[in-house]
């Protein structure tokens, strides 16, 4: 099983800056099929980026994805008030297709 | 618009079964690999089952391998999940998703197992 561990686990910051999130896999995911998804409170997950760097429909180019191998990163370029969420990673290259822990980005 | 409905959640007792269902429109169904993903409350999103286009590859996460069973019927656009000898750890809010990359989701169905 790929285990993804996803850093920090909350990441304080204000609206405007640039967050980084991370996301670190146990063994190389197959083909780059890693995913991006964010979650709001009480709301279903929103895929944000697939195929490591892909944005996915209607996703505003502020988000970007980048990586390969292990090692992935999820940037927000300038935090608009509707990013304040829980970020979540997932490959979905080998069965069984797991999530990391998430990031909460919350506002400082 | 692609649209994913869930429903069949609800309270069950420790051992008991659901059968949870899924209704897909906006889109051509039997194309598409399908998924189950579950939540437990104020925890993180943990994967269940996928399913592909035509039912030729199905797989489970070990949590539930075994008492678990995805199915699909493309001709009434709609994937199902049957849930036996459920365990309180199963609660959760229970997702279908849309492609291996679960590209659209529906609105969950909460599942409650509970004495």
């Known amino acids: 099983e790929i285990v993804l561990t996803q850093s920090p686990g909350t990441l304080s910051l204000s609206p405007g800056e640039r967050a980084t999130l991370s996301c670190r896999a146990s063994?190389?995911?197959?083909?780059?099929?890693l995913g991006w998804y964010q979650q709001k409170p009480g709301q279903a997950p929103r895929l944000l980026i697939y195929?490591?760097?892909s944005r996915a429909t209607g996703i505003p180019d502020r988000f970007s994805g980048s990586g390969s191998g292990t090692d992935f990163t999820l940037t927000i370029s300038r935090l608009e008030p509707e990013d304040f969420a829980v970020y979540y990673c997932q490959q979905y290259g080998t069965s069984p297709r797991t999530f990391g822990q998430g990031t909460k980005v919350e506002i400082k | 618009e692609v649209q994913l409905v869930e429903s069949g959640g609800g309270l069950v007792k420790p051992g008991g079964s659901l059968r949870l269902s899924c209704a897909a429109s906006?889109?051509?169904?039997?194309?598409?690999?399908m998924n189950w993903v579950r939540q437990a409350p104020g925890r993180g999103l943990e994967w269940v089952s996928s399913i592909s286009s035509s039912s030729s590859y199905i797989y489970y996460a070990d949590s539930v391998k075994g008492r678990f069973t995805i199915s699909r019927d493309n001709a009434k656009n709609s994937l199902y999940l049957q849930m036996n000898s459920l365990r309180a750890e199963d609660t959760a809010v229970y997702y279908c998703?849309?492609?291996?990359?679960?590209?659209?989701w529906g609105q969950g169905t909460l599942v409650t197992v509970s004495s």
């Open positions: 195929g490591a760097s």
């Open positions: 998703a849309r492609e291996t990359s679960s590209d659209y």
């Open positions: 906006g889109f051509t169904f039997s194309t598409y690999t």
């Open positions: 063994q190389s995911v197959s083909s780059s099929y």
